[in-house]
């Protein structure tokens, strides 16, 4: 992993209080801009006279993704292309800033609900983020081809954490960008609204079938074990669907005593905020 040079001046600091570089050369070209929370990661692919961003983080925060472009010589309309990898607020936030000049795409069942702005499933609102409204200019689907010269993007639709998740695939440099999908280690998100446990399932195990020589992730570290992390993913994501199992099966026990000891079960279950 090669980092951005810093000045002395900024060495020193670093030296003092040690810190992660908020822009970071992953290999020639492909930077990761560390995500300033709530948002996610932003990468930036420098293509062959095209730039790409793979999500935008969100929008209270745009300045900083201004600030932090500056730094690698690029101005908002130098950006030519935005790549969302899901519907969630903290990837899609600043995408609007980008949009007079800059091409937006979304996988199909996350482009219908950013379009109706569907704030059930974004959380924008939810989550108290601003954020101007926009479409998707492009739909993509499963097996896409962004084709940016030196770097081309394979589109993977990896729905479980939410419908409209995808994962961009290198084949060349054999890079994976996993948005919410798969995180460093194996780990998976959270099920969020729209998405579903098997599918999660099946798009972890489609994704242990790529050669992969790094992950970047739309949260946390950057992974060089994939090899390791995904079929530890497969796992958990099977131990998420026998725990769901286990949860039902527990849940209609409880409800078949609720029935047999009727007040009494109330009275046993009864928080002591209540009692009070
Ligand atoms: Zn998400």
């Known amino acids: 992993m090669k980092e951005k040079p810093v000045s002395p001046r900024a060495q020193t600091r670093a030296e003092l209080q040690p810190e992660q570089s908020t822009v970071t050369e992953l290999v020639p070209g492909i930077y990761q801009l560390r995500g300033e929370k709530p948002g996610s990661h932003v990468y930036l692919v420098k ?11 969100v929008a209270g925060k745009f300045p900083v993704l201004k600030r932090r472009l500056a730094e690698l010589g690029l101005h908002v309309k ?49 989550r108290d983020q601003s954020g101007k409204p926009f479409w998707v200019d492009v739909w993509l689907e499963d097996g896409s ?17 939410t419908s409209g998740c995808i994962c961009l695939y290198e084949p060349r440099a054999r890079l994976l960008f996993t948005g919410d999908t798969v995180f460093a280690g194996g780990t998976l998100s959270e099920i969020a609204v729209g998405g579903n446990v098997s599918d999660y399932v099946n798009s972890v195990r489609r994704l242990s079938n790529l050669k992969i020589k790094q992950v970047y992730p739309g949260h946390g570290k950057v992974s060089s074990t994939p090899e390791e992390d995904l079929p530890k993913a497969i796992v958990y994501a099977q131990t998420m669907l026998d725990d769901c199992k286990s949860f039902f099966e ?8 609720q029935d047999k000891l009727g007040s009494a079960f109330g009275y046993w279950t009864r928080s002591r905020d209540e009692e009070k």
């Not at 990898?85 to 482009?111: K, N, P, S």
């Not at 081809?145 to 954490?161: F, S, W």
């Not at 527990?250 to 005593?257: D, G, N, Q, S």
């Open 250 to 257: 527990a849940f209609i026990k409880t409800r078949k005593l």
């Open 78 to 126: 130098d950006v030519n292309l935005i790549i969302l990898t899901h519907e969630h607020y903290d990837h899609i936030g600043a995408t609007a800033f980008f949009h007079r000049t800059a091409v937006v795409t979304a996988h199909r069942l996350a482009a219908n609900k950013l379009e109706l702005q569907d704030e059930f499933v974004t959380f924008r609102k939810y």
């Open 145 to 161: 081809t962004i084709d940016l010269g030196n770097y081309e993007l394979q589109v993977i639709h990896t729905p479980g954490h």
């Open 47 to 57: 293509g062959d006279g095209r730039n790409a961003l793979i999500d935008t983080g």
